[in-house]
């Protein structure tokens, strides 16, 4: 059996699976995160550390399973953050998460140095304040103490390998997100650390996904309840793995959409997707010689949880407010959500933007506020499609996974809105942990390749669109569009108010 870890935004889920990937069994343990003024958003390492030794031993007591029956731990987790480790590799302050957007002003320095579209060549990536790199400049600059001590800057499931193993390693597809990787030579970009001004022996070797580590050590075993020397495949970010547990492994396979904290629009391919528009990014894909064109919203999820916790918060409340929510109108009414709660990144870029209803009133109440939000994201993302279908990727239908594809109500404003049929797939939520134990799997040599992945979920609905109501979703996408560029300067200045 395969223990996977997913190291998300709210929490670590532990898994069970077999040895080609099933899902026996999952279990959680949260942790909190940080918000605060002016884009900040932080963890504590520790925290991280402490959630996945709870969540392995509570998956094992919960599905009675010895320990010495698992073979391998896979790892997934968020990306785009910034771990700062001092010469023992202990934590020289909280760890600064993807959804941090405070070190504008040392992106724009990056993006003078380097230019856009030369960047978006090497990195496939814009040069933007969510991403690691410019995460390290802000720190050198305004806590010089803190800088001083740091030795190495890793992401997130890169510290839980080495709490796992004492090894400290990165894999493609994380570094991808580090705004430091040149996808042309597999490498750490000399031009972008030469104009960060960052020494690339801070960051880790940057070895295959599917790379055993090392061995649970004689500390991390007491920690996590499975035995010494359990072997330990490293994994990737959470965004290629969700491809994997989608099973999105090749160029030929249906794109997806996943519905979490962020949410974006995702495929498979053998090469970077270069966007004219500089809509999407490409990460590397934890499948050799594979890349993932994707257009990365902040807050999608995020902001359906955010108008939840207003009106409430509970299970009962949710299904309440989302079963209110499609009995009501909101853009047939006028009324739009622009959800930048946390700025954005696809199809925008703009780290000021803000979350922003507009055409509020008199009569409209909770409902009609959480309609808004599930429409606001889907035109959002409906944007962010273009970057596929003007590149010539084919989107016959999307397959969404994630903890809001658990609605269908959603998945249904995303039919009405996309004009695309949604497919809900069974995995749903789990999409992560399975990709970590496929890539686990592989790693381990339990499987022959990552093809199994693909018949580890299956098709569980379908959600068609309104066709009827095509013209209007066109037309209400403009106006989601209008409200958006009519305040853009209006963002800025917000800001500097601020």
Same mark, same amino acid.
């Given at each position: 059996?395969?223990?996977?870890?997913?190291?998300?935004?709210?929490?670590?889920?532990?898994?069970?699976?077999?040895?080609?990937?099933?899902?026996?069994?999952?279990?959680?343990?949260?942790?909190?995160?940080?918000?605060?003024?002016?884009?900040?958003?932080?963890?504590? @390492?520790?925290?991280?550390?402490?959630?996945?030794?709870?969540?392995?031993?509570?998956?094992?007591?919960?599905?009675?399973?010895?320990?010495?029956?698992?073979?391998?731990?896979?790892?997934?987790?968020?990306?785009?953050?910034?771990?700062?480790?001092?010469?023992?590799?202990?934590?020289?302050?909280?760890?600064?998460?993807?959804?941090?957007?405070?070190? $504008?002003?040392?992106?724009?320095?990056?993006?003078?140095?380097?230019?856009?579209?030369?960047?978006?060549?090497?990195?496939?990536?814009?040069?933007?304040?969510?991403?690691?790199?410019?995460?390290?400049?802000?720190?050198?600059?305004?806590?010089?103490?803190?800088?001083?001590?740091?030795?190495?800057? %890793?992401?997130?499931?890169?510290?839980?390998?080495? /709490?796992?193993?004492?090894?400290?390693?990165?894999?493609?597809?994380?570094?991808?997100?580090?705004?430091?990787?040149?996808?042309?030579?597999?490498?750490?970009?000399?031009?972008?650390?030469?104009?960060?001004?960052?020494?690339?022996?801070?960051?880790?070797?940057?070895?295959?996904?599917?790379?055993?580590?090392?061995?649970?050590?004689?500390?991390? &075993?007491?920690?996590?309840?499975?035995?010494?020397?359990?072997?330990?495949?490293?994994?990737?970010?959470?965004?290629?793995?969700?491809?994997?547990?989608?099973?999105?492994?090749?160029?030929?396979?249906?794109?997806?959409? %996943?519905?979490?904290?962020?949410?974006?629009?995702? %495929?498979?391919?053998?090469?970077?997707?270069?966007?004219?528009?500089?809509?999407?990014?490409?990460?590397?894909?934890?499948?050799?010689?594979?890349?993932? @064109?994707?257009?990365?919203?902040?807050?999608?999820?995020?902001?359906?949880?955010?108008?939840?916790?207003?009106?409430?918060?509970?299970?009962?409340?949710?299904? /309440?407010?989302?079963?209110?929510?499609?009995?009501?109108?909101?853009?047939?009414?006028?009324?739009?959500?622009?959800?930048?709660?946390?700025?954005?990144?696809?199809?925008?870029?703009?780290?000021?933007?803000?979350?922003?209803?507009?055409?509020?009133?008199?009569?409209?109440?909770?409902?009609?506020?959480?309609?808004?939000?599930?429409?606001?994201?889907?035109?959002?993302?409906?944007? %962010?499609?273009?970057?596929?279908?003007?590149?010539?990727?084919?989107?016959?239908?999307?397959?969404?996974?994630?903890?809001?594809?658990?609605?269908?109500?959603?998945?249904?404003?995303?039919?009405?809105?996309?004009?695309?049929?949604?497919?809900?797939?069974?995995?749903?939520?789990?999409?992560?942990?399975?990709?970590?134990?496929?890539?686990?799997?592989?790693?381990?040599?339990?499987?022959?390749?990552?093809?199994?992945?693909?018949?580890?979920?299956?098709?569980?609905?379908?959600?068609?669109?309104?066709?009827?109501?095509?013209?209007?979703? &066109?037309? $209400?996408?403009?106006?989601?569009?209008?409200?958006?560029? /009519?305040?853009? $300067?209006?963002?800025?200045?917000? /800001?500097?108010?601020?």
């Amino acid at each position: 059996m395969i223990v996977a870890h997913d190291l998300g935004t709210t929490g670590n889920k532990a898994s069970l699976h077999t040895d080609d990937g099933r899902t026996l069994a999952t279990f959680t343990a949260e942790y909190p995160t940080q918000f605060g003024a002016h884009g900040v958003a932080e963890q504590d @390492p520790e925290q991280w550390w402490q959630a996945v030794g709870a969540a392995t031993r509570g998956l094992l007591e919960q599905v009675g399973v010895a320990a010495s029956e698992v073979r391998g731990i896979g790892l997934s987790g968020q990306m785009m953050g910034a771990v700062f480790l001092d010469g023992q590799h202990r934590p020289t302050r909280p760890a600064i998460i993807w959804a941090d957007s405070r070190s $504008q002003e040392q992106a724009a320095r990056l993006l003078d140095a380097v230019g856009q579209e030369t960047a978006y060549a090497e990195l496939g990536h814009r040069i933007h304040p969510t991403y690691t790199l410019a995460k390290m400049m802000w720190v050198r600059e305004n806590e010089p103490q803190v800088w001083a001590r740091t030795r190495h800057v %890793c992401v997130a499931k890169d510290i839980v390998a080495y /709490r796992m193993t004492g090894i400290l390693v990165t894999d493609p597809s994380d570094a991808s997100g580090t705004n430091a990787f040149d996808q042309r030579t597999g490498d750490w970009s000399e031009r972008m650390l030469a104009a960060a001004g960052i020494d690339a022996a801070v960051l880790p070797p940057i070895v295959p996904s599917t790379s055993v580590v090392g061995g649970l050590t004689p500390e991390a &075993a007491a920690a996590t309840g499975l035995p010494v020397d359990t072997p330990v495949v490293l994994g990737g970010g959470d965004g290629p793995m969700a491809a994997v547990g989608a099973g999105v492994t090749a160029a030929e396979d249906s794109a997806y959409a %996943c519905l979490g904290s962020s949410s974006w629009i995702s %495929c498979a391919a053998i090469a970077p997707l270069h966007d004219p528009q500089l809509r999407s990014m490409t990460f590397n894909h934890v499948v050799p010689g594979h890349f993932v @064109p994707t257009a990365t919203m902040q807050a999608g999820g995020a902001s359906l949880s955010w108008v939840m916790e207003l009106f409430g918060g509970g299970e009962d409340d949710y299904g /309440r407010l989302l079963a209110e929510a499609t009995a009501v109108a909101a853009a047939d009414e006028g009324l739009f959500f622009l959800p930048y709660l946390l700025g954005e990144r696809s199809p925008n870029w703009n780290a000021n933007a803000a979350g922003t209803f507009a055409g509020l009133q008199r009569h409209h109440g909770p409902a009609h506020l959480v309609r808004a939000v599930l429409e606001g994201v889907a035109f959002n993302l409906r944007t %962010c499609m273009g970057a596929f279908t003007d590149s010539g990727i084919p989107l016959e239908h999307i397959d969404a996974i994630g903890g809001g594809a658990q609605s269908e109500a959603w998945l249904q404003v995303l039919a009405d809105v996309w004009q695309i049929p949604v497919r809900q797939r069974t995995i749903v939520a789990d999409a992560n942990s399975l990709g970590a134990a496929v890539t686990a799997a592989v790693g381990l040599g339990l499987v022959q390749d990552f093809e199994v992945a693909k018949n580890l979920s299956s098709i569980s609905a379908e959600l068609t669109p309104d066709t009827s109501r095509a013209d209007r979703a &066109a037309a $209400q996408h403009e106006i989601f569009l209008a409200a958006y560029d /009519r305040l853009e $300067q209006w963002f800025d200045t917000r /800001r500097v108010s601020a």
